[in-house]
């Protein structure tokens, strides 16, 4: 484990072997407090996929798309191009969709042209942003309120009068 060298100084005392230091990966992904993060998956600019994306982590599209997606979290980027039904909790726009778009939270960008029916819980359109389509708010279920329990009464008819 350690071996014994002679220093320029002189000395004389055991010294630990140097180490090799490997670079930490990019992601993150082993980085001590971020076990257990998630990168976003990215579909380049210079790409066309043509099929179904599906996942549960952040998907971000600068290139070209023909299909549906279905992510937790979609950026749509604003060179990219999407022909097909888009699918998230989180799903923002800065490029172009034809197709139907479905998410809890739903933003339209002033560089977005979508082409298409939203459905979302919450949507916000900037200034400049283009949309031809219908939008319909869903809101989540209300959770019914339990009745509250029969109380059951004995009577006893068989007492004197």
Not at 4 to 11: A, D, Q, R, V, W
Not at 75 to 82: K, R, T, Y
Not at 103 to 130: R, W, Y
């Amino acid at each position: 484990m350690f071996s014994k060298t002679t220093n320029s100084g002189g000395s004389g005392r055991p010294t630990a072997p140097s180490q090799q230091i490997s670079p930490s990966p990019v992601d993150g992904s082993r980085a001590p407090g971020r076990q257990g993060a998630r990168v976003a998956s990215i579909l380049g600019a210079d790409l066309l996929f043509e099929g179904s994306i599906t996942g549960e982590g952040e998907l971000l599209v600068d290139g070209a798309v023909k299909g549906d997606i279905q992510v937790s979290r979609l950026v749509i980027g604003e060179q990219a191009h999407v022909q097909g039904t888009v699918r998230g909790v989180s799903v923002e726009v800065r490029g172009q969709i034809t197709g139907n778009v479905e998410g809890k939270s739903v933003h339209l960008l002033q560089s977005a042209h979508v082409e298409g029916d939203i459905t979302h819980e919450q949507l916000s359109i900037d200034v400049g942003a283009f949309f031809q389509g219908r939008c319909s708010q869903f809101r989540p279920q209300p959770v019914a309120a339990t009745p509250p329990a029969a109380e059951v009464i004995a009577l006893d008819v068989h007492q004197a009068k």
